[in-house]
């Protein structure tokens, strides 16, 4: 189950983290390689490396957070610090009528590109635009911040390039089953300090 609530991972506290890739590489005899690439998108993850953490408010936050959820039986939403917010992300060509749209993000290096679907967007932050051949509009409609599929409220011009701005989450849920926190053996001089570390990992499909 997907929880809409977002945790916050910083950047306060500190973290770290980023995309990850499944490839499997073969080496041969002659040294060259064959690399089979195992997963369409990547996957991101995320560490808190909590070191002397004395803010009790979010640590209550973060062991409520881990109880309701599970550890990681629910999944919930996060923000990437390093990529949350979209802007004038081409939608492609838009469809006949008033069908929905998909938001995503593109990644380019040279002459290739990677299409990410955005599924959790802040869906108060997000515009979309038509371009009518005078400039882009912005399109009246709403967004499902569950899916990221925005439904326009009157029909598309078809065929008329499409923009979006706005900001959005990534899906996680806790990868340990145990929430690890420790109080230093020095705590007594210095008052309460939690340290620890809590690992997310990114989920599809939920």
Not at 108 to 131: E, H
Not at 176 to 205: C, H, K, Q, R
């Amino acid at each position: 189950m997907f929880i809409d609530v977002e945790l916050s991972i910083g950047p306060s506290f500190g973290w770290q983290g980023g995309p990850g890739a499944k490839v499997r590489v073969l080496t041969l005899r002659n040294q060259h390689e064959r690399r089979n690439i195992e997963q369409d998108l990547p996957r991101h993850s995320f560490s808190l490396p909590f070191r002397k953490i004395r803010n009790t408010d979010y640590l209550a936050k973060l062991k409520n957070a881990f109880a309701v959820c599970h550890g990681p039986g629910h999944s919930f939403k996060v923000r990437d610090w390093s990529d949350y917010q979209a802007t004038a992300e081409a939608l492609g060509a838009a469809p006949s009528g008033t069908t929905a749209v998909q938001l995503a993000r593109t990644y380019s290096f040279g002459t290739q590109t990677l299409v990410r679907p955005i599924t959790k967007p802040d869906a108060t932050s997000v515009v979309v635009y038509q371009n009518t051949g005078s400039g882009p509009v912005a399109k009246p409609g709403t967004v499902d911040p569950l899916t990221g599929l925005f439904t326009p409220s009157t029909a598309w011009t078809a065929g008329a390039a499409l923009t979006w701005t706005g900001r959005f989450f990534v899906p996680v849920r806790f990868v340990n089953e145990t929430l690890p926190m420790s109080i230093p053996s020095n705590y007594g001089s210095e008052g309460l300090a939690i340290e620890g570390s809590v690992d997310l990992i990114e989920v599809f499909g939920e």
